[in-house]
């Protein structure tokens, strides 16, 4: 199934499923019992597919962006959090912090895994179970408050407001058998500067659903981004940072493209 979640004429929140003839509105709920109705989805505003319980974010899981980052390979992976106020909608701007200012915001293509039921002491082979689905995901990243002013910590860096587009639909697990082995991209201003392959992930989702529900339940709606490829702006010479009136894209394969503007905090 592939869900949306979107703002009716009214304004009024909705899942909606796509499928031939258009997306159709969803009764119930996409954690528990729900069915797709015939009625035609009254699609005002397309949101973000979830309202995360929270957000885990695993950095350095790429082999290539680890060794661009000057970073030795992790031997377990590097977690930090982002908050639901970093959530953004497809199509809605990703701000540049000026109140706390950063002129060093760089973008992160992702794949992003929300579970769908409780999950805790998960393996390896069985993590899986526990996915709703697959959605594409920016981690955009203040660099200078990540590396220079966070005290050490990645929180404040990749917290900031509108710092966690999410979308544009979420495909549930069942269409989606190896969620390692897609291709991810992204764009800025139509120019490619991340090509990779999500097989490239140094502990794949299974192994990070496995380690994250260690003695600690992942509740219904918890987002998992699961690491970024090489070619982050950072590591660009010179590097790459956002401006104000660029646009960016994430597209994965069989997920689709998750597009946002960049504009400056007002």
């Given at each position: ?20 003839g258009g997306p159709f509105r969803i009764e119930g709920d996409i954690f528990g ?54 959530l953004q909608n497809p199509g809605d701007p990703i701000e540049l912090p000026r ?129 970024t490829p090489h070619g982050v702006g950072v590591a660009k010479k010179p590097p ?27």
């Amino acid at each position: 199934m592939k869900i949306i979640r979107y703002q009716d004429s009214s304004g009024k929140i909705h899942y909606g499923e796509e499928r031939d003839g258009g997306p159709f509105r969803i009764e119930g709920d996409i954690f528990g019992e729900h069915h797709a109705t015939d009625d035609v989805a009254d699609v005002s505003k397309l949101l973000a597919p979830v309202v995360p319980e929270i957000i885990l974010c695993i950095g350095l899981n790429y082999k290539f962006h680890a060794e661009e980052s000057g970073a030795p390979i992790p031997k377990y992976p590097v977690l930090f959090i982002k908050g639901r106020n970093a959530l953004q909608n497809p199509g809605d701007p990703i701000e540049l912090p000026r109140k706390l200012a950063s002129e060093e915001v760089d973008y992160e293509c992702e794949l992003a895994v929300v579970i769908g039921k409780a999950c805790k002491n998960a393996s390896v082979e069985n993590a899986l179970d526990y996915v709703l689905g697959y959605t594409c995901g920016n981690d955009v990243s203040a660099r200078d408050w990540q590396k220079k002013k966070g005290g050490g910590q990645w929180c404040k860096g990749k917290g900031f407001d509108t710092f966690a587009p999410l979308g544009p639909r979420l495909i549930t697990a069942d269409e989606l058998e190896d969620p390692n082995a897609l291709s991810i991209q992204t764009r800025v201003n139509g120019e490619t500067v991340q090509d990779w392959n999500t097989n490239d992930m140094i502990f794949n989702a299974r192994e990070i659903i496995a380690f994250l529900s260690g003695s600690a339940t992942l509740l219904p709606g918890t987002v998992i981004l699961t690491g970024t490829p090489h070619g982050v702006g950072v590591a660009k010479k010179p590097p790459l940072w956002l401006k104000p009136g660029d646009k960016v894209e994430v597209e994965i394969e069989r997920i689709g493209t998750l597009a946002n503007p960049v504009i400056e905090e007002s």
